[in-house]
């Protein structure tokens, strides 16, 4: 008596290389040249809001610096409306802050300060004494 061989067979699926037709190289050639197309244009498009991102970063740096600057000094300058007094008669200028009454400047008039007396009082100039 023979014994029978014992033999099994199994299929499966493994990736090999395989030589392409002609119609598959230039389907594939293509393929390609579309997504060197698309590559370039999404390179192009992350540079440009990358650029953007830059913009808005340096913004917001701009800010936090400025920010800090005040914050640090707890103090920033503003426009506050000051009052500039000639007194043509003592030969003094007074300067004050107008929001808390600081005086900012206390000093001896000018020469060409004391010119414009002529121009704003010109019948004092010319009244004998």
């Not at 914050?71 to 000639?86: K, Q, S, W, Y």
Request: net charge negative; hydrophobic share 30%.
């Amino acid at each position: 008596m023979t014994d029978k061989p014992k033999i099994t067979e199994e299929r499966d699926d493994r990736r090999l290389s395989c030589v392409l037709t002609d119609e598959e190289f230039r389907t594939k050639s293509e393929d390609l040249a579309v997504a060197n197309d698309d590559m370039a244009s999404l390179e192009d498009a992350k540079k440009a809001v990358a650029s953007d991102y830059k913009s808005r970063i340096e913004a917001v740096a701009g800010k936090i610096g400025v920010l800090s600057t005040t914050v640090r000094n707890g103090a920033e300058f503003r426009d506050v409306p000051c009052l500039t007094t000639f007194d043509f008669t003592k030969g003094k200028v007074v300067t004050i802050r107008e929001d808390t009454g600081e005086e900012l400047e206390n000093r001896e008039m000018k020469a060409q300060e004391r010119l414009r007396q002529k121009e704003l009082f010109p019948k004092e100039e010319e009244s004998p004494e």
